[in-house]
T-cell receptor
Framework: QQPVQSPQAVILREGEDAVINCSSS?????VHWYRQKHGEAPVFLMI?????EQKGHDKISASFNEKKQQSSLYLTASQLSYSGTYFC???????????FGPGTSLSVIP | NAGVTQTPKFQVLKTGQSMTLQCAQD?????MSWYRQDPGMGLRLIHY???????DQGEVPNGYNVSRSTTEDFPLRLLSAAPSQTSVYFC??????????????FGAGSRLTVL
C-alpha cells in the first residue's frame, strides 16, 4: 500500500525551512528519502531504520516514529538547489520491495 | 562500474506492438525492480526480483512480464502495448547488505510513448 505524503507541493524563499511528512498504515522496517530533479532519476538522500537514530545530511535531516509509522524530512535554510520532487520509500522488512509515496514538489525561489 | 544501465532511452510504439525494455547492473545487486512514473502518481512498482530465477508482482503488474535469468539483467516486456502504458520507466537495484540499509540505485530512465 502506497504511503501518504504531505504536503503535495510547497514553495519556499531561499533561507526558509520546510517539513515533508510521510506516513504508512503498515508496520515499517525502514523509510528512504529520495530527491528527483526534473528529467532526471531519483537520487538517494537518507535512510531511517527501525530502532535507529535521526539522520542528518548538511541542512537536511529526517526522523522516523516507528510507533506511528511516520517519517518527516526537515530542510533548513533552503537553497535553490533543494528544488525538486521528494519521495519517501517504505520497506516492511529488511529485504523487501520499496513502495514509494506520490511525492512532494518543492520549489525554492530567490 | 556503470551502475544501472537502461535501454532504450526513448521509444515510440503503436498500439498492439511488443517491446522489451532492458536493464543491466554491474554491482552484483540481488534485488532489482521496475517502476513507472506518471504525473502526480509518483513511482509505482511494476515487478521486482530478489534474485536470479525469482520474480514477483508489484503494485501495477498488468500488461507487463519480467524474467530474471542472471543476476545482472532484468528485462521488462510489454506484450501488446496500450496508450495507458505511456510513461517513464525506471529500473532500480540494491544489494542485500548486512546492515539492512538497502539503498536503491536508479537507472537513467526510459521514456515510452504508445500511440
Amino acid at each position: 500500500q502506497q504511503p501518504v505524503q504531505s504536503p503535495q507541493a510547497v514553495i519556499l524563499r531561499e533561507g526558509e525551512d520546510a517539513v515533508i511528512n510521510c506516513s504508512s498504515s503498515k508496520a515499517l522496517y525502514s523509510v528512504h528519502w529520495y530527491r528527483q530533479k526534473h528529467g532526471e532519476a531519483p537520487v538517494f538522500l537518507m535512510i531511517l531504520l527501525k530502532g535507529g537514530e535521526q539522520k542528518g545530511h548538511d541542512k537536511i535531516s529526517a526522523s522516523f516514529n516507528e510507533k506511528k509509522q511516520q517519517s518527516s524530512l526537515y530542510l533548513t535554510a533552503s537553497q535553490l538547489s533543494y528544488s525538486g520532487t521528494y519521495f519517501c520509500g517504505t520497506l516492511k522488512t529488511s529485504y523487501d520491495k520499496v513502495i514509494f509515496g506520490p511525492g512532494t514538489s518543492l520549489s525554492v525561489i530567490p | 562500474n556503470a551502475g544501472v544501465t537502461q535501454t532504450p532511452k526513448f521509444q515510440v510504439l503503436k498500439t498492439g506492438q511488443s517491446m522489451t525494455l532492458q536493464c543491466a547492473q554491474d554491482m552484483n545487486h540481488e534485488y532489482m525492480s521496475w517502476y513507472r512514473q506518471d504525473p502526480g502518481m509518483g513511482l509505482r512498482l511494476i515487478h521486482y526480483s530478489v534474485g536470479a530465477g525469482i520474480t514477483d508482482q508489484g503494485e501495477v503488474p498488468n500488461g507487463y512480464n519480467v524474467s530474471r535469468s542472471t543476476t545482472e539483467d532484468f528485462p521488462l516486456r510489454l506484450l501488446s502495448a496500450a496508450p495507458s502504458q505511456t510513461s517513464v520507466y525506471f529500473c532500480a537495484s540494491y544489494s542485500r547488505g548486512l546492515t539492512g540499509a538497502n539503498v536503491l540505485t536508479f537507472g537513467a530512465g526510459s521514456r515510452l510513448t504508445v500511440l
